[in-house]
T-cell receptor, first 112, second 114 residues
């Protein structure tokens, strides 16, 4: 199965900081891209989809660079509640089916 | 609209016993994915099913593990003769279409083998 690579971190930032995560993927034929958030011992929850044109949702901005095969997530004005693991997800076509494939996640710790 | 329901939430089995994990997808979703997450690890794909069909099981161990998604009822992940290394969180996700759309996760089943 193709790989999705993320820096595991942890990223340790103060409240109010801006932090950026990157994710690289190896299959140029990948179709769909997402960022999920996972809190400790909980299920992953969709944070946002990632489009070629980029998309923004409040303090969160996601970008996709197909040429370089990486995805980014920018979090502005970090809150304590942003502390979590952020999972990069890429859907690969495998044997005719699309399988959401997860990176190991990047840990974010926001401190007062 | 209830979310993805998994049960049990916690399951303790002795070595050699069988574990059965259940997943009911969201209403209207016919695509189910099972993932395993070991402590401090990422989610590893195990199997992708549609109603009555296994579409991709490339992530499933060749022995002791099986999955089904019958016409009626939940999807079942079955682990026979469990070993300590099977201890993990098992997450099920469902989507209305194939994996090029977002998947919604259940709360997971935490299996502990003693």
């Amino acid at each position: 199965r193709k790989e999705v690579e993320q820096d595991p971190g942890p990223f340790n930032v103060p409240e109010g900081a801006t932090v950026a995560f990157n994710c690289t993927y190896s299959n140029s034929a990948s179709q769909s891209f997402f960022w999920y958030r996972q809190d400790c011992r909980k299920e992953p929850k969709l944070l946002m989809s990632v489009y070629s044109s980029g998309n923004e949702d409040g303090r969160f901005t996601a970008q996709l660079n197909r040429a370089s095969q990486y995805i980014s997530l920018l979090i502005r004005d970090s809150k304590l509640s942003d502390s979590a693991t952020y999972l990069c997800v890429v859907s690969y076509q495998s044997g005719g089916s699309y399988i959401p494939t997860f990176g190991r996640g990047t840990s974010l710790i926001v401190h007062p | 609209n209830a979310g993805v329901m998994q049960n049990p939430r916690h399951l303790v089995r002795r070595r050699g016993q069988e574990a059965r994990l259940r997943c009911s997808p969201m209403k209207g979703h016919s695509h189910v994915y099972w993932y395993r997450q070991l402590p401090e690890e990422g989610l590893k794909f195990m199997v992708y099913l549609q109603k009555e069909n296994i579409i991709d099981e490339s992530g499933m161990p060749k022995e002791r593990f099986s999955a089904e998604f019958p016409k009626e009822g939940p999807s079942i992940l079955r682990i026979q003769q469990v070993v300590r290394g099977d201890s993990a969180a098992y997450f099920c996700a469902s989507s209305p279409m194939e994996g090029n759309t977002e998947a919604f996760f259940g709360q997971g089943t935490r299996l502990t083998v003693v």
